[in-house]
């Protein structure tokens, strides 16, 4: 039986591999250990409570597939949560996947908490927590370079020194893929290194929101605020996903306040500076000022190449130089882009039976990343729509509604957005003179038309196909 049921998680796996990123499959799905297969229940084991509700919060959609795929339509899911070398049942422990709601089992209360669920005050100091911090995420392989310098020699003070320093908040913002993730779990291992008995704790903004709306609806909104007032290093990820969230905004408005005056450590990060935070309280703006506010640059070419370098020594693999060169000078957004080329180059290489040579290797990053995204600005993007729509740019400027001038405005924020760094504001004194509210409004308008109308989809492919010649 036990065979059987490895065999079909197995299955399972092989689903969802080809689904989530490599990292992402690796840090949440490797881990998990299928334990039985029984009356269409399939029972499997996760390290901890944080494990299964991150599962259910990001995952949820993808597992409920692969079940329905390759299990049946008519399976439950089981988790039981590993504390201390103990199998112990979650909350939401039996999930069945077939449209109905999530079933849930009693359970007994693992030993590390779980924030939307922690006991009182005083139990709470006596206690420790999961920090969630990943362990591959150091200051050792933190590349250092001209686009990350500060951040690096601010981070490493203030692990030294968390709560003590003029970095407190530390305010780290920039692009996606730049490594912000990566220095938040550096500063907290380091810390954890340094002084095993501070409470450090690493979370996204996206899942403090549903462990606030689960201690709401539990009437545990006070065992919740004592949880994060008992911290000593908070990071919260993603600052941004926080935004029209105004209870939440509230709740870690005093979090916030709690922490700092009593000198802990806070650390946040962010897709944009605090100016252009436009949706968040601004009191709570006001307050991600007050310590040290630093960006993450998309990497320069020497650091990409450091990181390349490194990367491929680890993977064991051999690039020849023409194609290391290329490989550096093409991803121009993010480290990611370096990781997505160099697993795609491997992958046919192994398929093909090939050498990596440089045919190989354009082929793949011609498939792999936008090339020309660097060269686009808002001014030619605005000439493309126009081009397309057959409209005189300089309607986009008046402050006509009618329908096929607004359909251009929408669409050359949309472009904008999407292949430049400027940001909403900017693009909106840029397109008609514009606020934020209009330009971001635009951008989610877009993104939704595409899902749902084939029409809009097809002109948005159009449009990106002339921006790509």
Partial sequence: MQTDTKKMWDDCLSVIRDIVPKAAFEQWFEPIIPLSYEDHRLTIQVPSQFFYEYLEGKYVNVIKMTLNRVVGENTILKYRVMMNGQNRKSNGSA???????????????PNKIDPSKAPGPFAVAAQDIDSQLNPRYNFSNFYEGESNKLVRAVSEKIAIEPGKTAFNPLFIYGPSGVGKTHICHAIGLKVKELYPNKRVLYISSNLFRLQYTNAVLKNMQNEFLSFYQSLDVLIVDDIHELIG??????????????????????ILTCDRAPVDLQGLEERLISRLKWGMTACIDRPE????????????????VELPDDVFD?????????VRDLEGILVSLMAHSVISNKE??????????????????KQLTIKHIQETVCSY????EAL???????????????????FAKRYTDASFSHIGKVVGNKDHATVHYSWNLVKQQIEIDKKCRAMVS?????LKK
Avoid at 98 to 108: A, L, Q
Avoid at 245 to 266: A, D, P, R, S, V
Avoid at 326 to 334: G, K, M, P, Q, W
Wanted: charged residues 30%; hydrophobic residues 40%; neutral net charge.
């Fill in 301 to 316: 070419l020497e650091l990409k190449k450091i990181i390349l370098r490194n990367k491929i020594e680890i993977e064991g």
């Fill in 245 to 266: 969230m105004n209870k939440t905004q509230e709740i870690f408005f005093h979090i916030f306040n709690n922490l700092h005056q009593l000198g802990k450590q806070l």
């Fill in 95 to 109: 999930v069945t996947y077939k449209g109905e709601e999530p079933k849930t089992e009693p359970n007994h209360t």
């Fill in 326 to 334: 290329l490989v550096a000078e093409s991803a121009t957004d993010n």
């Fill in 356 to 373: 990596i040579d440089l045919d190989l290797a354009k082929h793949v990053i011609s498939q792999s990343i936008r090339l020309e995204r």
């Fill in 462 to 466: 159009a449009i990106d196909a002339c």
């Fill in 396 to 414: 986009l400027q008046t402050l006509s509604r009618k329908r096929e001038i607004v359909l251009a405005r929408q669409l050359t924020m949309y």
């Fill in 389 to 392: 729509l057959h409209i005189d």
